[in-house]
């Protein structure tokens, strides 16, 4: 699914289009195949794309799963850069640019790099390839790794439009994906990158709720999942606002509105508020660090 800043709405691709990214033939490389490459690259093969897979890890026994799945393991990061249209870059922060360094000779304008190393610029990237391929910053949230992830993308400069519409496809295999400004990537990390630990934390909330009132440990959290999944899908098929959404659970004199009362009384709304602002603030520090 691919949402576009502003509109929030999905841009579907059209039956003309869609028909010639599939039976064009693209060829994908991650270096760096831990827990987010991994993901990206298994998200990829197990997908209905029409695309050469590649990947290249330090340790190459980790391949074996993805090479199952019918990924090509290649030798070097740079070998990798020498074969793959779109270069996906995932090893941690700190290694970046000493991999960036070693494969920028095989990089070229017909290339693109796309990084999903967290706080590293569209800037610092553009330095680390010596400005020889157009680059593409991309913050995706741990649910990626079960191919429910959210995706921003922000592209930079000299990336062409077939470019642009293959790597929103490929991304919209792994979840749903966005393009933001590039400003707005400490936002999105304070809101959806740190999300799943504040939904993690209301799932352990009400889970602990559910052993209290004397319900098995392990049912509650099956029934907690399915509680958010369920809620999750309702909200996303729906135009109705939340609060009507809220308001049509709380029956007159019944027992929910007696709980939704007290999460009022708290200030629900307020603390996932200010835990967002709290995260910005802190994302926006480490930026200057
Ligand atoms: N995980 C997330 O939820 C998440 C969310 C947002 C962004 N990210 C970004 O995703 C990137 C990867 O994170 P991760 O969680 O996937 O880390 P990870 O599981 O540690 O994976 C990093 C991988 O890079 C490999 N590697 C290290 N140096 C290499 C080199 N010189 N050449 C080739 N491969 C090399 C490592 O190999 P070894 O097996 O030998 O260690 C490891 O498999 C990070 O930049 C992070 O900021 C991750």
């Known amino acids: 699914m691919i949402f576009r800043e502003g509109a929030f709405r999905i841009f579907p691709l059209t039956a003309a289009t869609a028909a010639m990214e599939k039976t064009m033939s693209m060829s994908i490389g991650c270096v760096g195949c831990g827990n987010m490459g991994g993901a990206i690259l298994a998200g990829l093969a197990a997908s209905s794309l029409d695309c050469a897979l590649y990947g290249h890890t330090r340790t190459a026994a980790r391949m074996a799963p993805l090479e199952a799945a019918g990924v090509t393991r290649l030798d070097s990061a740079r070998e990798l850069a020498r074969q793959a249209r779109y270069v996906v870059l995932a090893v941690k922060p700190y290694q ?14 017909d290339k693109v790099l796309i ?77 959806i990158g740190a999300g799943p630990a504040y939904v993690f934390g209301m799932m352990q909330g009400l889970v602990q709720a559910g052993v209290t009132l004397g319900l098995g440990r392990r049912e509650c959290r099956d029934m907690v999942a399915a509680l958010f999944e369920g809620s999750a899908v309702m909200a996303a098929r729906s135009e109705t606002p939340l609060m009507e959404l809220r308001d049509q659970v709380c029956s007159p004199g019944g027992l929910t509105i007696a709980g939704v009362n007290v999460l009022d009384r708290a200030g629900l709304a307020g603390l996932l508020v200010d835990a967002v602002l709290a995260a910005d603030r802190r994302g926006r520090e480490m930026e200057d660090e």
């Open 115 to 191: 990084s999903v190393a967290a706080g590293i610029s569209i800037a610092r990237l553009q330095a680390a390839v010596q400005g020889r391929c157009p680059v593409v910053r991309c913050m995706p949230n741990t649910p990626a790794l079960v191919g429910k992830g959210v995706f921003a993308l922000c592209f930079g400069e000299g990336v062409t439009e077939q470019g642009r519409a293959d790597i929103l496809r490929f991304f919209a295999e792994l979840g749903v994906c966005l393009e933001l400004p590039e400003a707005r990537f400490t936002a999105f990390s304070a809101l």
């Open 96 to 109: 970046a640019e000493a991999v960036l360094a070693g494969m920028a000779p095989e990089l070229g304008p």
